[in-house]
Nanobody, 115 residues
């Protein structure tokens, strides 16, 4: 089992920044991928960004150039730096951890972009 603890959500004005963190613990084996998904009210959960064990990244088109995903392998932690936030970025953000064909999810952290 893998446990994920997310932090860093909150309320921010349009154009502002937030940094999300997700720390994994438990039965962790390399290689593993980590990423962030989000779900807005009335919408399906969607990919935001993922990063492989080797550091390869992939982003949703809607966040390219504004969001940056990174990881600290020593701490089994993934970060999502979100800049130039827009109202349409408002959602619950979920951390995802994948290894050995299994996927684990965090509890979600609310990000609200509003003036």
């Amino acid at each position: 089992q893998v446990q994920l603890v997310e932090s860093g959500g909150g309320l921010v004005q349009p154009g502002g920044s937030l940094r999300l963190s997700c720390a994994a613990s438990g039965s962790i084996y390399s290689p593993y991928a980590m990423g962030w998904y989000r779900q807005a009210p009335g919408k399906q959960r969607e990919l935001v960004a993922v990063i492989s064990s080797g550091g390869r990244t992939n982003y949703a088109d809607s966040v390219k150039g504004r969001f940056s995903i990174s990881r600290d392998n020593a701490e089994n932690t993934v970060y999502l730096q979100m800049n130039s936030l827009r109202t349409e970025d408002t959602a619950v953000y979920y951390c995802n951890f994948g290894q050995l064909g299994y996927a684990y999810w965090g509890q979600g952290t609310q990000v609200t972009v509003s003036s």
